[in-house]
């Protein structure tokens, strides 16, 4: 199955700054495409950005990121992050299989004033 | 935009306990998931489905049953609840077919097993 590693724990980074979420996986055949989830405090997961093309960069809110099947990443980047950024992050590629998602154990992103 | 429904919110029981968790979604989906959400693991696959009367096993199924007995409801069972069961529980909904078919998360149900 796929298996997907997130960077660690938590990630500090003053408002106004850049922030760079790390994501590398190892899939399958069936995987298909690959998500950027958002969870923000007391909510449910949703979707924040989803692409399926190889190194073609994906837009959403002002964040982007670009899928390199080269090297088995999706990395999440944002030029200037904002107080409202401050989240739970996952990355999930997909399986073609029932639209299975794989999760990894999340990037939580604190932003400071 | 789906609509995930989830009950209840949030639930206590006690060691041995029977417990069910309902999930409903009004957009016609056909597949339906559960997850469990804990630190470190971030969410994990128990059970999914396909349509009425599919059952489909998950990564950590140990523990859990499920009933698809509608399009829109899925339930979550846990016939003899342990602690290592306390967790966030998350239902979701995705259409079948296509490309870039997300997933569309319910708000969640707290379980905390004593």
């Known amino acids: 199955g796929d298996s997907v590693t997130q960077t660690e724990g938590l990630v500090t980074v003053t408002e106004g700054l850049p922030v760079k979420l790390n994501c590398t996986y190892q899939?399958?055949?069936?995987?298909?495409?690959f998500f950027w989830y958002v969870q923000y405090l007391n909510e449910a997961p949703q979707v924040l950005l989803k692409?399926?093309?190889?190194?073609k960069r994906t837009e959403h809110q002002g964040f982007h990121a670009t899928l390199h099947k080269s090297s088995s990443s999706f990395h999440l980047q944002k030029s200037s992050a904002q107080l409202s950024d401050s989240a739970l992050y996952y990355c999930?590629?997909?399986?073609?299989?029932?639209?299975?998602?794989?999760f990894g154990a999340g990037t939580r992103l604190a932003v400071c004033p | 935009e789906a609509a995930v429904t989830q009950s209840p919110r949030n639930k206590v029981t006690v060691t041995g306990g029977n417990v069910t968790l309902s999930c409903r979604q009004t957009?016609?989906?056909?597949?339906m998931y559960w997850y469990r959400q804990d630190t470190g693991h971030g969410l994990r696959l128990i059970h999914y489905?396909?349509?009425?009367?599919?059952?489909q096993i998950g990564d950590v199924p140990d523990g859990y049953k499920a009933t698809r007995t509608t399009q829109e409801d899925f339930f979550l069972l846990l016939e003899l609840a342990s602690p290592s069961q306390t967790s966030l529980y998350f239902c979701?909904?995705?259409?079948?077919?296509?490309?870039?078919?997300?997933?569309?998360f319910g708000p969640g149900t707290r379980l905390t097993v004593l």
């Open positions: 979701a909904s995705s259409d079948a077919g296509g490309f870039y078919a997300e997933q569309f």
């Open positions: 899939t399958t055949y069936l995987t298909i495409a």
């Open positions: 957009n016609s989906h056909n597949y």
């Open positions: 692409s399926s093309t190889d190194n």
């Open positions: 489905s396909y349509g009425a009367g599919n059952l």
């Open positions: 999930a590629p997909q399986s073609g299989s029932f639209n299975k998602l794989t």
